[in-house]
């Protein structure tokens, strides 16, 4: 089965696993996991922030930072197709009290204008505006990114209203690698940002928050209240570093793949797509004859796993366990559609 399901869906590469086999460990709750203590301030560095906090999930990563921007009656903005709002379970009401105001942007990603719009006024019966939150890259936006210009933007809108910039990078590494930006020429631009390694760069799991040292003390004790402290998380640590050291160079691949896959949906009658709109390593489709889950059968019968993402939408996500030649395959298969 050729799996483009999500690239979450990575196995540990033997390389890897001898990393995690031959990593220092100790344990993370009392502060002595020396790989791991390590790793989370090689990533702090890398993105321009004082400090990380290793996690087992993005979703994690992300209600931890909601938590120590935020509070009961506060409100966060973002745009309506943000995995905040639309994958993380009601977190930031359930675990913060706190409420999501969502806006209509472009492919996933917020413009200044957009988020000017959803600020509120100082009345006593609004929620108290704390935080602007962007997601890089987008996930419903199809693997969309940021410009620096968009970003600086962004941040300076924060500032006139005295607002936290909150980065959701549950696929950085991919906006990376297309805008050619460095970590820190990105990352130095937030106030509290959430790294994941488990998608692209196929570590087995984790995230990391990173912000300034006060805020990633608060967070350590939320993490333990969230139930996400950890042992000797060293393992997965080492896991993850691998992943950074070794797998990046591995992106540029699956943004040409996605587009190979792309130009053959175009030249194919039964599905609707433009090229254009497929910026990383994301493909979203639309079908226009049968609905979403009967295409989607139709793949897995043909060898090939995709995800509903809508009643008439499919995506497909490329990662480096798929192959170029599995990739020709997956073109073959469409442009021989019936």
């Not at 962004?154 to 690698?177: F, K, T, V």
């Not at 003390?217 to 042992?231: D, E, L, N, S, T």
Request: aromatic share 8%.
């Amino acid at each position: 089965m050729i799996d483009l399901r999500s690239d979450t869906v990575t196995r540990p590469t033997p390389e890897m696993l001898h990393a995690m086999a031959e990593a220092e460990t100790g344990d993370d709750v009392f502060g002595e996991d020396p790989t791991a203590n390590t790793f989370e301030q090689k990533i702090a560095e890398m993105f321009g922030q004082e400090a990380g906090l290793f996690v087992p999930s993005g979703t994690m990563s992300n209600q931890l930072c909601v938590r120590v921007l935020a509070g009961p009656g506060d409100e966060i903005i973002l745009d309506e197709k943000a995995h905040i709002f639309n994958y993380e379970t009601g977190a930031a009401a359930a675990l913060s009290g706190v409420q999501l105001r969502t806006v209509s942007g472009k492919n996933g990603m917020l413009s200044v204008e957009d988020a000017a719009s959803a600020i509120r006024t100082k009345n006593d019966w609004d929620p108290i505006t704390k935080v602007i939150a962007l997601e890089n890259t987008t996930n419903k936006g199809g693997g969309a990114w940021y410009k620096l210009d968009q970003i600086k933007a962004l941040r300076s809108l924060a500032d006139q209203h005295g607002l936290s910039l909150h980065l959701d990078g549950a696929r950085i590494w991919n906006a990376l690698e297309a805008s050619g930006y460095s970590a820190e020429e990105v990352g130095k631009h937030f106030d509290t940002i959430s790294v994941c390694f488990s998608k692209g760069l196929g570590s087995p799991v984790g995230s990391m928050m990173l912000g300034s040292r006060d805020q990633i003390i608060k967070a350590r004790r939320f993490r333990k209240m969230f139930g996400g402290g950890m042992r000797q998380i060293g393992l997965l640590a080492a896991a993850t570093d691998y992943a950074v050291e070794n797998h990046r160079a591995f992106l540029k691949n699956d943004h040409a793949h996605a587009l190979e896959i792309a130009g053959a949906l175009e030249r194919c009658d039964a599905f609707s797509i433009n090229p254009e709109d497929v910026f990383t390593n994301i493909i979203l489709f639309d079908t226009l004859e049968i609905d979403a889950v009967q295409v989607a059968d139709a793949f897995r019968e043909k060898g090939v796993a995709v995800s509903v993402f809508g009643p008439k939408t499919i995506r497909m996500v490329t990662h480096f366990q798929v192959s170029a030649a599995q990739i020709k395959q997956v073109v073959k298969l469409i442009d021989e559609w019936d």
